[in-house]
């Protein structure tokens, strides 16, 4: 089954336009509606009830990636990446170890 390239164009376009209504609508009509934000409310409180223990596992199992990721990026926005490495070399062999996306981020411009 091969989908050409007007076919793909036109369900972007579509998608987008959705997007655009979806948008749209919840800021004019929903954010306000007390209804709405009730039912919301209520949705976010039983996925949270039913996840949060996943979240809080999740945290733990990576506790020290996540420290070591908070650290590089404070080094990073302050222009001291060389010091990061000489001041924690056990979360930069993390980071290394990973193969962490993060070691090729670009120095922040000012």
Known sequence: MDISD??????LEIHQKR??????????????DPEFIRKNRARANEHYKN????????????????????SYRYYLKT?????????HPEK????VDTND?????????E
């Open 79 to 87: 222009k001291r990446r060389d010091l990061f490495k000489e001041k």
């Open 19 to 32: 997007l655009s209504y979806d948008r749209k609508r919840y800021h004019e009509k929903l954010k306000h």
């Open 6 to 11: 007007e076919e793909i164009k036109r369900i």
């Open 101 to 109: 996306p993060i070691l090729n981020l670009p120095d922040p411009q």
């Open 92 to 95: 930069y062999k993390l980071l």
């Open 51 to 70: 996840h949060g223990q996943k979240k809080r596992d999740k945290y733990q199992a990576h506790k020290e990636l996540m420290n070591a990721k908070a």
